[in-house]
């Protein structure tokens, strides 16, 4: 079996690869599918109102992996559409933005004025079902009107616009809210893929594309390594405001090699290609850059220099802790840069020095921007790194440059060149309990008025999401979203799916537009996007050659 690095060496290097022409196709089931009701209630999910009709339809796409599509429920009448008001901020600031939640009395406010304006408005309170560390009453929104369809609703908007704020409509199968949690009737989709390692002989992995720096779509990603399966997998870098699009936002492992470092100490998903096992682990890291008896510590690995997506590290502003979604900032860095990056690495003021694959100094240059050389790396510094850098590196010298991936008992995490991790966060599931640690991973914000909460944790949303069984089995799931035909799923029903799957341990993943699974060289869900999106990296599991064992 051909690793994802090895097959992308070859290619770039213009030699073909051989493989077996059955694995180019859409994959045929070896069974027929199979159509059924939940056999028993043990095994249907905990979604949604407890009475609701679910239907799983099967596909063993090789032995031991299988494609299980999930519909439960069915369209609700009492979801509608509605215009939701975006609240001014209280702050002095005249720059503060609006948000969805505010204040009962802010909320009260608004709605006065916009009856004043021949609007009416009501006011309702959230309450998000609690989690781990967070969760309960959010705050207050306020919306206005009730209609069938979205496009009736357009009217209502402007007459809000003319009054004086900005709305949105929203479909009320979206809402997250604690009294609806267990009542809403749908409908709901869901794929999963179960690899079980006893009969599965391929290799489960993790793949990014040919650089960090550049997005590719999951299908694409899974046809370039001829995947039985996969779906899309960690945050990564979306607005070029942030960094280079497409790199990891938080740990990456790739064939064994350290390619970007944990945020804080969020979950990982640790795959092991040889055993086809896997695991979640907390992880943080260390490193340095070292010559002679001197070192530094390394700050980054393989991202743009003060720009830190998601935070979680030492010396940035304006919080050292994970936050979601948020580009946290340090001028003063020291990062390290491979080939598998990108074509040439970011530019700017500061020092980038070049080592070689012996391992020696090349060349040291007063600013930054340069081709990484095949086998080695460089390092850049910025700030007040800058002199301490270029005090430990001369041209001709050795630089060794080191940094280690630390599990949950703080040593090095082993690995080989069949592992991948990819990150993700937050928990859902440990040691079979439900376990969602939101405030932990950054999903709370601070000074926000918990409308990021709201949108991200506490609304239905795509969602991806991955774990194992207590048998030893592999589960990736998405759930569609953002649709009247997919609601989507909270992040505490994405954990009561994760159980109701008999997961024992699992983490969030990408989800939203991200969210996307392939099976048979197509994409077999619907993603909420208009097109499918393009991702940092995705899990995928790729078939044996020639139907052997990869595995010795």
Not at 68 to 89: C, K, M, N, Y
Not at 346 to 368: F, H, I, W
Not at 412 to 440: C, F, I, W
């Amino acid at each position: 079996m051909l690793s994802p690095r090895t097959r992308r060496t070859l290619a770039s290097a213009g030699m073909a690869i051989a493989v077996s022409s059955a694995l180019l196709g859409p994959v045929a089931p070896t069974q027929a599918d199979a159509t059924t009701p939940a056999a028993t209630a043990s095994a249907r999910l905990n979604l949604g109102a407890p009475d609701l009709p679910e239907t799983r339809t099967e596909q063993v796409l090789a032995p031991g992996v299988t494609l299980t599509a999930i519909h439960r429920g069915a369209q609700d009448s009492s979801l509608f559409w509605t215009a939701e008001v975006a609240i001014p901020s209280d702050s002095p600031d005249p720059d503060a933005p609006s948000s969805a939640l505010s204040s009962q009395v802010d909320a009260h406010k608004v709605a006065a004025k916009l009856k004043a304006a021949g609007v009416d408005s009501r006011v309702e309170q959230v309450i998000s079902p609690q989690l781990a560390d967070a969760g309960g009453q959010l705050g207050y929104r306020v919306r206005a009107g009730h209609f069938t369809a979205k496009a009736d609703g357009a009217s209502l908007v402007a007459r809000i616009k003319a009054a004086g704020y900005a709305s949105s409509l929203v479909y009320t199968g979206w809402d997250g809210d604690s009294g609806s949690i267990g009542q809403t009737r749908g409908p709901w989709n869901l794929d999963v893929v179960t690899i079980d390692p006893r009969q599965y002989h391929g290799e489960l992995a993790a793949d990014f594309g040919p650089d960090l720096e550049t997005p590719e779509t999951t299908s694409r990603l899974a046809a370039a390594q001829h995947a039985l399966a996969g779906v899309n997998a960690g945050f990564f870098v979306f607005d070029p405001a942030a960094g280079a699009p497409g790199d990891p936002a938080g740990v990456g492992v790739y064939n064994g090699k350290t390619l970007r470092e944990p945020v804080g100490d969020r979950p990982g998903l640790i795959l092991n290609g040889e055993t086809n096992a896997s695991s979640i682990q907390r992880l943080t890291w260390r490193g340095d850059v070292s010559a002679a008896a001197a070192s530094i510590p390394l700050t980054g690995i393989n991202r743009d220099p003060g720009l830190v997506r998601n935070c979680g590290e030492k010396g940035e502003q304006p919080t050292e802790l994970p936050q979601q979604d948020v580009t946290c900032t340090n001028p003063n860095e020291v990062v390290a840069f491979t080939p598998d990056f990108g074509a040439t690495t970011p530019s700017g003021s500061g020092l980038e020095v070049t080592v070689d694959a012996r391992g020696t100094v090349t060349a040291v240059a007063s600013t930054r921007g340069t081709t990484v050389p095949a086998g080695g790396r460089t390092v850049q510094a910025t700030g007040t790194s800058i002199p301490r850098l270029r005090a430990l590196a001369h041209v001709g010298q050795k630089l060794h440059v080191s940094a280690d991936v630390l599990g949950e008992n703080g040593r090095p995490l082993h690995t080989t060149k069949d592992t991948s991790v990819v990150n993700g966060g937050p928990m859902l599931v440990k040691d079979g309990q439900e376990d969602v640690t939101a405030r932990q991973d950054g999903l709370v914000h601070q000074g926000d008025s918990n409308s990021f909460y709201y949108g991200w944790v506490h609304k239905r949303n795509p969602r991806t999401f991955a774990g194992t069984d207590a048998q030893g089995r592999t589960l990736l799931v998405t759930a569609d979203g953002r649709s009247t035909d997919s609601l989507g799923l909270s992040l505490k029903e994405e954990a009561d799916v994760a159980q109701s799957l008999r997961m024992v341990q699992a983490m969030n993943l990408d989800g939203g537009g991200s969210t996307t699974a392939v099976a048979g060289g197509s994409v077999v869900n619907t993603p909420s996007g208009t097109s499918e999106r393009p991702v940092g990296d995705a899990l995928l599991v790729l078939p044996g050659r020639d139907g052997q064992d990869r595995r010795p």
